[in-house]
């Protein structure tokens, strides 16, 4: 063999083990960064992914058990809330054989945003003309919310709870918009009746025909049955349908009988006008002993006091008998009764 040409075959021999042990095809392929956009946010959360690598002709992704992907530049939907650990492998797939290399990245998924207006809750419904009603709602969410209150009339307000007044009669729509810190909006309306009643605080009460007192009626009392420790206050509430045409401007006058307390629900008329006599709320009270005898006011039972609240009169009462009481509230003969059990200790 000649000299020159058994140099061109070990030349080209080095050239070869140079490619195989130098070249991009047999060295660990790198990868010198993962980007992902965003890296956290509220599911779904839709993240683009990048990376930087040397020597690498294939790519592997895997998004924490939720999909994988070949693509080199993969674009992936997390459907719901966790924490995710997103793994790259970049593999180099020269002729000595594969090389691979692995490298991750975290991926932080919150909650999917939800807003749900459940009820929206209007205190007096119908109300009357010039009267204030106050509007709430039961609101679903999971994260911090605004309100946005506003009805047919222009009124608006960025309360949880507000209160409407209208001046005219008729059917009022009420809109409630509620939005969170991410975007999430839910709208709900409600109806809302205003009728035209008598003025509450009419500067001259007999030039008013009106009598808004011919709408109050009794409802119910409150609690209608409870176990009551003897000597202990305990309160009852007499609950009103119409209450907002009552005189709000008005004292209760209270009058202690035998048995019992009777209060006068004054009206805006006086009773010579012709018009708003006034209606009397009683209240009378009955034991289950003391053979068939009334109970004794300041013996047996003790009124502590009888005053009004928005929708209706409280009376806070002490029992000293035990046993069960009964005790009847009347409205103009109309009457609710609630059943006591006390319990002495």
């Known amino acids: 063999m000649k000299r020159g040409r058994m140099f061109a075959m070990v030349g080209a021999l080095v050239l070869v083990l140079a490619l195989g042990l130098g070249g991009c095809m047999t060295v660990l392929p790198t990868?010198?960064?993962?980007?992902?956009?965003?890296?956290?946010?509220?599911?779904?959360?839709?993240?683009?992914?990048?990376?930087e690598m040397t020597c690498a002709d294939s790519w592997f992704w895997d998004f924490g058990g939720t999909g994988t992907s070949t693509e080199?530049?993969?674009?992936?939907?997390?459907?719901?809330?966790?924490?995710?650990?997103?793994?790259l492998t970049a593999t180099n797939n020269g002729f000595c054989g594969p090389q691979s290399v692995t490298k991750g990245v975290t991926i932080t998924v919150g909650e999917k945003p939800f807003?749900?207006?459940?009820?929206?809750?209007?205190?007096?419904?119908?109300?009357?003309?010039?009267?204030?009603?106050?509007?709430?709602?039961?609101?679903?969410?999971?994260?911090?919310?605004?309100?946005?209150?506003?009805?047919?009339?222009?009124?608006?307000?960025?309360?949880?709870?507000?209160?409407f007044t209208f001046g005219a009669a008729g059917t009022k729509t009420i809109y409630l918009t509620v939005?969170?810190?991410?975007?999430?909006?839910a709208n709900k309306t409600a109806t809302l009746t205003v009728k035209d009643c008598c003025d509450p605080c009419p500067d001259d009460p007999c030039d008013d025909p009106c009598d808004p007192c011919e709408s109050v009626v009794l409802d119910r009392l409150e609690p209608e049955r409870a176990?009551?420790?003897?000597?202990?206050?305990?309160?009852?509430?007499?609950?009103?349908?119409?209450?907002?045409?009552?005189?709000?401007?008005?004292?209760?006058?209270?009058?202690?009988?035998?048995?019992g307390i009777q209060g006068i629900v004054p009206c805006p008329q006086e009773p010579d006008c012709g018009g708003c006599s006034g209606k009397k709320?009683?209240?009378?009270?009955?034991?289950?002993?003391?053979?068939?005898?009334?109970?004794?006011?300041?013996?047996?039972?003790?009124?502590?006091?009888?005053?009004?609240?928005?929708?209706?009169?409280?009376?806070?009462?002490?029992?000293?008998?035990?046993?069960?009481?009964?005790?009847i509230a009347s409205l103009n003969g109309e009457e609710v009764t609630g059943r006591y059990e006390v319990v002495v200790q």
């Open 227 to 259: 176990c009551v420790d003897a000597y202990r206050e305990f309160e009852i509430t007499a609950l009103f349908k119409g209450w907002p045409c009552l005189d709000p401007c008005s004292v209760l006058e209270t009058q202690a009988q035998e048995i």
């Open 31 to 51: 990868i010198d960064k993962i980007s992902a956009s965003p890296m956290s946010g509220n599911a779904p959360l839709t993240v683009i992914f990048s990376a």
């Open 179 to 185: 939005r969170d810190n991410t975007g999430t909006v």
């Open 72 to 87: 080199e530049n993969p674009v992936h939907v997390f459907q719901n809330p966790g924490i995710y650990a997103v793994t």
């Open 115 to 163: 807003v749900r207006i459940m009820s929206i809750n209007i205190d007096l419904n119908p109300v009357c003309t010039n009267i204030p009603t106050r509007v709430s709602a039961v609101v679903e969410h999971n994260y911090p919310i605004t309100y946005e209150w506003s009805s047919s009339d222009g009124h608006a307000d960025s309360a949880a709870s507000t209160t």
């Open 281 to 327: 709320i009683s209240w009378s009270f009955a034991h289950n002993c003391c053979g068939g005898d009334a109970p004794v006011l300041g013996e047996d039972f003790e009124i502590v006091g009888v005053p009004w609240g928005e929708f209706g009169q409280y009376i806070r009462v002490k029992f000293f008998v035990a046993g069960t009481w009964k005790v």
